[in-house]
């Protein structure tokens, strides 16, 4: 028995290498790609991160141009396939605050309390001033992990205000306007505070006032889970490869990662950008380069997006007309990995890809591995010490409930942003450890 699992060890250490190595030689290449050869460089990188489905939107002068790639049988990609946006939807939540600024409605440095008199954070134990700019350049000090709160639910089943009220007193991680901290739920305050100004709901209020002024005509908010009919599947990956996934609903969140477009409206967009907002403006320090949306650089704007199952990138160069949006059905960065690339061709720069991995995908090996790993112990364990059995049982259990808690964010929540193979991973580590405990209950 004990040489048996001795060989079963040193079988399953073999595959963890062998895996790891086939891993990353298939995530490398070398070649080098110019702009006569930029379709290669999409399929080339969209199969080596199986990312199923890509759609590039090109303004470069007065040419607009739109690749794509798809491998799903039976199924094609075009200029007019729609995406979510994810967090690519904040610049137009940004436009719309922007535009009531300017006819007077919303001061920027006005706190938010004058808008939503309920929204009393907290600092070191006391009431603290955030202010709609502190929102609009993630520096109001509400912490990352609030996104997390966010609750799932359709238009109909929960309001904007659910989920605002969830941070209504949180306890900010620093002083607002000191630190830049991205923090999704920014961007759905500043939702209700349209909503409260305005008096119509956010989305319509963006569609009537930015998405009609700009002439994206393709394009709508995802408000409930029967929309998903109109855009393409999404998919997340999982034991090396991407399988569609039908992320939950978040109407709660809608400004800050649901709007729905096309590379043909985009190309409008990045148009509209070009030609109508004034970078120059914005407040930026050397601190924080976010503004409305945007991150803010002296040759570019740009700004990254990702849902569950949705990713997408945007850059747009100040000094030229020119302006790529990435469009991919899968989670992740490569959304961002091509569209540097392809910037970076019109601006005449040729493209290597290099080792190429996508957050997703990375992810996904590792949790494997923590998989075939959790399996590797098992077989390493001695199981005639019932006490290690019992105590070590009982630590891992302690280890998992204790995730949620120090990172406050829900297993929920991750089992929906994180890959398959996570689900699996704690699965088969509680499995484990319910067996370490009955173990060493047993007894002598």
């Known amino acids: 028995m004990k040489q048996s699992k001795i060989i ?42 199986h990312n199923r489905a890509v759609a590039v939107g090109i303004m ?28 690519t939807t904040k610049a137009f939540t940004g436009l719309g605050i922007l535009n009531l600024q300017k006819e007077g409605v919303i001061k920027l440095d006005s706190p938010v309390t004058d808008y939503i008199d309920w929204f009393k954070p907290q600092y070191k134990g006391r009431d603290a001033v955030v202010t709609v700019r502190h929102l609009m350049n993630h520096s109001s000090g509400i912490p990352v992990w609030t996104i997390s709160l966010i609750p799932e639910g359709s238009e109909g089943e929960i309001t904007l205000e659910d989920t605002v009220r969830k941070i209504a007193d949180v306890k900010l991680s620093h002083a607002p306007g000191e ?22 709901k956010y989305e319509d209020y963006i569609t009537e006032t930015v998405l009609k002024d700009v002439g994206m005509n393709e394009s709508f908010f995802r408000t409930s889970d029967s929309d998903r009919q109109r855009i393409f599947t999404g998919r997340k990956a999982s034991f090396f490869g991407m399988w569609q996934y039908d992320a939950p609903t978040y109407y709660g969140n809608t400004a800050a990662g649901y709007l729905v477009s096309d590379t043909n409206d985009l190309v409008t967009w990045m148009r509209y950008v070009r030609g109508k907002i004034d970078f120059n403006s914005f407040q930026i320090t050397d601190a924080n380069n976010y503004y409305a949306g945007w991150n803010l650089h002296p040759e570019t704007v740009h700004h990254g997006g990702n849902n569950p199952n949705y990713s997408t990138q945007i850059i747009i160069s100040r000094e030229r007309d020119l302006g790529v949006f990435v469009l991919s059905a899968s989670a992740g960065d490569i959304a961002t990995r091509i569209a540097d690339g392809i910037y970076g061709m019109h601006m005449g720069v040729n493209a290597r890809i290099g080792l190429c991995v996508s957050g997703h995908e990375l992810q996904d090996f590792l949790f494997v591995m923590g998989i075939l790993l959790t399996l590797y112990i098992a077989l390493l364990l001695d199981y005639r010490k ?11 259990l302690i280890v998992l409930i204790l995730i949620p808690v120090i990172s406050r964010i829900s297993y929920r929540f991750m089992f929906v942003w994180m890959p398959y193979s996570f689900s699996v991973m704690i699965i088969s580590i509680l499995a484990f450890a319910i067996w370490l405990i009955a173990r060493g209950r047993e007894e002598k």
Request: aromatic share 10%; proline share 0%.
């Open 8 to 49: 079963l060890r040193r079988i399953l250490l073999i595959i963890m290498i062998i895996t790891a190595v086939i891993f990353f030689v298939l995530h490398y290449d070398s070649k080098e790609y110019s702009l006569q050869n930029e379709q290669e460089y999409i399929n080339k990188i969209s199969r080596m991160t």
């Open 60 to 87: 470069d002068g007065d040419e607009n141009i739109y690749l794509e790639y798809c491998d799903i049988a039976g199924k094609s990609v075009d200029e007019h396939t729609l995406f979510e946006l994810g967090s």
């Open 179 to 200: 630190v830049h901290e991205y923090a999704t739920i920014n961007y759905d305050v500043l939702a209700l505070i349209i909503e409260n100004v305005t008096g119509q």
């Open 386 to 396: 019932k006490k290690l059995c019992l105590y070590g049982g009982i630590m891992v």
